[in-house]
């Protein structure tokens, strides 16, 4: 098997890719190749470019996701409406096929078992189902489509909960949390919302124990980003622990969890900053660091989606403003310390994993 890898979206216009890099055992980046998905991106990341029009804009978390045994890798490709599907191999990635995502401007994908859902940003909106076949390729899963809260909601991120009951959804335009129940066949019942504690819900995460950690970045207000913590009721209703917990800093967007369940972070992406967090056996969130300020990745950096190294010691975040990806390590008391950068991916970058 290839080493540790990571794998960005560039999200190009006129040639969607992935880009791969190889992660030494201390933590450095070296760039493996790029792999076309034989799709378009949007060719603008709102995180770079936060005046883009909403027509193009891709702002979301989980624009790529692994298979459930993580020998394939699957991409959105926001501008050509499909999903591609790659083989991971030892030479990177080999295209296996690409399939219609079900609506317009496909953002965020989450995969359980042979199970995968999309959330589709505009036209209607709404999630769809995918059946993950064993070499890879979708197949359309009938009668999954699923609207969401409210046409034009603007999802930012689907997932599937720790036990595989449920799916979420974060709503951008509406404030809400969406909370599908996942039926034995794979197709979900109708969507049930709840009122996001601050605005702008965007990206999120969950604990071990299965408890939600979602950022909000509250229409990009000046030091008014917050992050708030929920478990879930019987019904799969989320019920808030910590509400809306200041980061001090701008536009708190994406969201990752240490293996240990200890610590989450939120990128900032108009501070340029990552703030952390220390997540009690309660799940209350209590902030790091009085001023918000853990990591810094740079003014105009416009810091987006992370990601936390398997063995938990490094955090990394895509950069598209600087075009680089950022590499903090991670200490035992949830501190991060700068690491060498590395460059190679574009401003319009989204979405980034690691295996």
């Known amino acids: 098997m290839p080493p540790e890898q990571i794998y960005v979206q560039t999200n190009a216009a006129e040639a969607n890719e992935v880009a791969v890099f190889n992660r030494t055992a201390d933590g450095t980046l070296q760039p493996a190749g790029r792999f076309g998905t034989d799709g378009l991106g949007t060719g603008v990341s709102r995180a770079a470019d936060p005046t883009a029009s909403d027509s193009l804009g891709v702002d979301s978390q989980e624009a790529l996701a692994f298979s459930a045994d993580r020998a394939f890798l699957f991409a959105v490709n926001g501008g050509s409406n499909d999903i591609s599907s790659f083989a991971i191999v030892d030479s990177g990635l080999r295209l296996v ?117 979602v950022s909000e970045a509250v229409g990009g207000t000046a030091q008014a980003g917050t992050v708030s913590s929920y478990r879930f009721g019987t019904n799969g209703q989320p019920i808030l622990i910590s509400a809306s917990v200041p980061t001090h800093q701008t536009g708190a967007c994406w969201v990752v969890t240490t293996g240990d369940g200890r610590y989450a972070y939120t990128s900032n992406t108009v501070s340029g900053s990552i703030s952390g967090y220390r997540i009690d056996a309660h799940g209350n969130l209590t902030l790091l660091a009085a001023d918000g300020l853990n990591g810094n990745t740079g003014e105009n950096s416009f810091c987006s989606d992370m990601a936390i190294s398997g063995d938990g010691r490094f955090l990394y975040v895509v950069n598209p403003g600087s075009e680089t990806i950022g590499a903090f390590a991670v200490q035992p008391d949830g501190g991060l310390v700068p690491q060498p950068y590395v460059g190679g991916v574009p401003n319009s970058a989204v979405g980034i994993v690691v295996r």
């Open 97 to 213: 096929g690409k399939t219609p995502s079900g609506g317009p401007t496909p953002v965020s994908i989450a995969v359980r078992g042979n199970l995968l859902y999309v959330a589709n940003r505009f036209g209607a909106g709404g999630i769809a189902g995918f059946t993950v076949e064993a070499d890879g390729q979708l197949s359309p899963l009938a009668g999954s489509e699923r609207p969401l809260s409210a046409a034009g909601a603007a999802p930012a991120q689907v997932s599937f909960t720790r036990d595989g009951r449920f799916l979420v959804v974060t709503e951008l335009a509406t404030n809400q949390i969406v909370t599908y129940r996942v039926n034995g066949d794979g197709r979900t019942g109708r969507a049930r919302s709840v009122r996001s504690s601050g605005d702008t819900p965007f990206g999120f995460a969950f604990d071990p124990s299965g408890r939600l950690i």
